[in-house]
């Protein structure tokens, strides 16, 4: 036994010290390419159903960066677009991040073999020492490209504009003790400027939900938060189903897609500008109002109702989203076009359609799981959401910790697979990740902060 412990001891050094070693390079490399500052790039992306395009706006340089400085040259997940900095002598990739848009979203909805529109996005990468060449890529639900742009950068072109602080109040929420931790931004919109108190104790209680479930509540010192307040001119937010425009700071709005509780907002490029110079990798946008709603975009933002009695679930679920990359679990029907077609492996840690289990959670399968998994009988007899709170302990840790293989997930009821038969990504009523969902967190987190 103690040879083995020796083994086992000897492995981890040797593990340690590589891992050492690589992230001693990837430091180098960071200092040898880029300054401690943020190259912020607008872009507007648009198209229909069947074509799209992507145009640069403008550039700015703003504040220190605040990303990660080792693991540059490629993304944890593959996302549905990608922004790749390369050395234009060598072509070496020097950065890289993924990332997915409202606006592919939007393909996706008979809307858009209709008319063509146009969708804001701000993209940021850390400001280089010397010219770059910057390439953004968006791919559909088969992984393959569907547009990329690409261009030079260079440093010294003094039509880069430099961002000087806005003098919006802001206030630190959280402050994380570790080397280098992962940076949220809370920012109001539909409050107006009395609401101010409001604002700060509702982005106070964001934090409160978040760091109260785990996994991030056994990885808080990793994280900053700090809190933006922007005042609108009208309190509460558009509800254009019901013919209420309002003037807000972003311009957040419910019926987007023409789905009365998706609650979004487009006017990127303003939501950027409000966070100005405070330096951040992950937006959480509070918009004042107590009617359900969010949503949660990869690598791009988590918007949240404030104030109905579902907050504390959804912002949570709505983060993994947009911090996980986790998918939904849920199955609405058969969709006439899958968003997870049965040739291609999800890119979400958390869905598969078998195309390449191995790559997911096939090592947490127990021995001789049946694939798909029978659920629980339960799951047949009872809407499960209805009668959550009056199951047993046991019952909920069955629902929620066996792992399997069950289908209906990614909106499909057929084809598409989840790890486990309810999960914070499949119901509200659901206290708790899954196994898959929470391992898929804590890599993100040791991704962005080791």
Known sequence: MKRYISIIALTLTALLAGNAAASAQNEVCFDKFFQDSTLRLDYVFCGDA?????????????????????????????????????????????????????????????????????????????????????????????????????????????????????????????TGTASNPIDIVFVADAY????????????????????????YAANADKFN??????????????????????????????DTFYMDRYLTT?????????????????????????????GGIFNSITIMGSDHSTFKNVLV???????????????YGDLEEPMYPSDTEPWEPNLTTLKDFASKWQDLLPANCPIPT????????????????????????SLNLKVGVYEGAGYSLTGVYRPVQ??????????????VCSRAIVKMIEYYSE
């Open 50 to 174: 069947h074509h799209q395009a992507i145009y640069l706006e403008r550039a700015y340089k703003t504040s220190k960066w605040a990303g990660r400085r080792r693991n540059l040259e490629k993304p944890l997940l593959a996302g549905n677009g990608q922004v790749n900095v390369s050395d234009p002598a060598t072509g070496q990739v020097i950065y890289s991040n993924s990332f997915s848009t409202l606006f592919q979203e939007w393909q996706s909805y008979e809307e858009a073999t209709k008319v063509q529109k146009a969708f804001e996005n701000c993209i940021q990468v850390p400001f280089p020492k010397a010219p770059v060449r910057v390439e953004v890529s968006l791919t559909d639900v088969h992984g393959k490209v569907t547009s990329s742009i690409s261009h030079i950068v260079d440093p010294a072109d003094i039509l880069i504009c430099h961002l000087n602080d806005n003098s919006l109040e802001r206030r630190v929420l959280k």
């Open 225 to 254: 938060v700090v809190a933006v307040f922007s005042p609108s001119q009208e309190s509460g937010v558009s509800r254009p189903g019901l013919g209420i425009w309002l003037n807000t700071a972003v311009d957040s709005h419910f």
């Open 422 to 435: 309810e999960c914070r990504m499949r119901i509200n009523e659901c206290e708790e990740f899954c196994p």
């Open 374 to 397: 029978p659920v629980d009988e339960i799951e047949t007899k009872a809407d499960v959401r209805r009668i959550w709170d009056k199951l047993s302990k046991e019952q909920k840790e």
């Open 266 to 294: 487009s006017s990127m490029r303003k939501l950027y500008d409000i966070i100005g110079t405070v330096p951040f990798e992950h937006i959480i946008l509070m918009v004042n109002t107590p009617v359900y709603g969010g």
């Open 317 to 331: 679920h709505e983060f993994g989203h947009a911090f996980g990359g986790l998918g939904d679990e849920y199955a």
């Open 192 to 215: 107006s400027a009395a609401e101010k108190e409001k604002f700060f104790a509702d982005a106070t209680r964001g934090v409160n939900a978040m760091f109260s479930h785990e996994p």
